[in-house]
């Protein structure tokens, strides 16, 4: 293997670990605990009481408390955007880099977005509930972010990391030429965005205007270690920087939403695992699992969440044993995401990265004194 492709397979490979850990908490904690809100999510009945939370899968979240394995996995989805989408501004003005993005995320979620209508519609149909929404409704909540400017809740209850994931690409977009020269005035955004937060708290702003604002610069931390790893900061200041950004992430976490502060914790052990990683990138290389739920990763987040509770809810339901039923969904949204990944994820991001070419810039840049990185060794999110 090349050595510059398995420096930065690290960042790849935590993309499939952090989507096990998402599916992970829904399947074996959410579904059995949050009854009610699993409920509201799939328009099912709310699973009865006798069908008690099974003992072989408190441990996974009793053990250690703190630690919750949902957020885990988005603060290092969080993180791997962070440190790869600085690759893909190098060479691209920002439309290019708008339009590749565009296509990298938009086409799956409509495809996991009809995936998920069907699943309600389907467990509607089995437990005799009515249809819940609107066409109006539904088409609005087809575009991610869309639903914020109509203050509509979220149907999926996932679209609220990709509507983060978009705002930083307009971040990004707007601080393209920083990226581009390496510069440490980067890091100027996230505090700009602090001192906006803290000046719509103190003036009465919702939540939904607030609350994206943490994650953005959690999300820089990321950018951080990309730093880091070309070269443009020494190892002081990365420290330096990435603790100011944890710090800030804390505090106005804990502004925006009380009831979130705690997750700091799993965040903080999120950033211990990515900078175990990107240390030791030789435990992180590539291997075929790893590589395919990479791969998978964006298409499997997308269509678990309430397609799997709805199936949980009907198997449970018809009897069938806990375990048997977290199997069955497990593999059939492994398998559906597979399917996803080939026949829209895949076309859709070639044709972006088609589409993007033509905005690139004339000559490739490259920051001074460092060596560039090849295109087979970028990260496949990049």
Request: no cysteine.
């Given at each position: 293997m090349d050595r510059s492709t398995s420096r930065v397979d690290f960042a790849n490979t935590l993309r499939g670990i952090a989507a096990l850990c998402v599916l992970i908490a829904h399947y074996t904690y959410n579904f059995w605990t949050l009854r009610d809100a699993v409920a509201s999510l799939a328009h099912a009945p709310v699973l009865p009481?006798?069908?008690?939370?099974?003992m072989y899968l408190r441990w996974l979240h009793e053990t250690i408390p703190q630690f919750n394995w949902g957020a885990f996995g988005v603060a290092v989805f969080f993180l791997v955007s962070g440190f790869v989408i600085p690759f893909s501004l190098r060479n691209m003005?920002?439309?290019?880099?708008?339009?590749?993005?565009?296509?990298?995320?938009i086409p799956l979620y409509m495809a996991g977005f009809s995936i998920t209508i069907l699943s309600i519609w389907l467990v509607g149909r089995y437990f005799g509930v009515q249809w819940p929404f609107s066409i109006s409704e539904v088409s609005i909540l087809y575009l991610p972010g869309l639903r914020e400017f109509f203050g509509m809740p979220s149907i999926d209850g996932i679209v609220w990391t990709l509507e983060i994931e978009i705002k930083f690409y307009l971040v990004c977009a707007l601080g393209i030429a920083l990226f581009r020269r390496g510069s440490i005035w980067v890091f100027a955004i996230p505090a700009a965005l602090a001192l906006g937060e803290f000046y719509m708290i103190r003036n009465g702003y919702g939540q939904i205007a607030v609350l994206p604002i943490p994650f953005l610069i959690f999300m820089f931390i990321g950018v951080v270690f990309?730093?880091?790893?070309?070269?443009?900061?020494?190892?002081?200041?990365?420290?330096?920087?990435?603790a100011s950004l944890f710090f800030g992430f804390s505090i106005l976490l804990g502004q925006a939403m009380p009831g979130l502060a705690s997750m700091a914790w799993t965040y903080g052990f999120a950033v211990l695992v990515f900078a175990f990683a990107a240390s030791f990138p030789q435990l992180f290389q590539r291997t075929r699992i790893g590589d395919f739920f990479a791969d998978i990763s964006y298409p499997l987040y997308v269509i678990h969440g309430v397609a799997g509770y709805a199936g949980l809810?009907?198997?449970?339901?018809?009897?069938?044993k806990a375990w048997l039923s977290l199997i069955i969904i497990t593999a059939g949204a492994t398998g559906l995401a597979w399917v996803l990944h080939v026949v829209v994820e895949t076309p859709s991001h070639n044709l972006g990265k088609r589409l993007a070419a033509h905005l690139r810039l004339p000559i490739v840049s490259q920051l001074p004194g460092i060596e560039p990185v090849p295109a087979s060794a970028l990260p496949a999110a990049a």
């Open positions: 009481e006798h069908f008690a939370f099974p003005t920002w439309q290019g880099f708008l339009v590749g993005r565009l296509f990298r995320i990309h730093y880091l790893h070309v070269g443009a900061l020494t190892a002081e200041r990365s420290l330096f920087l990435s809810r009907v198997l449970i339901d018809l009897g069938v």
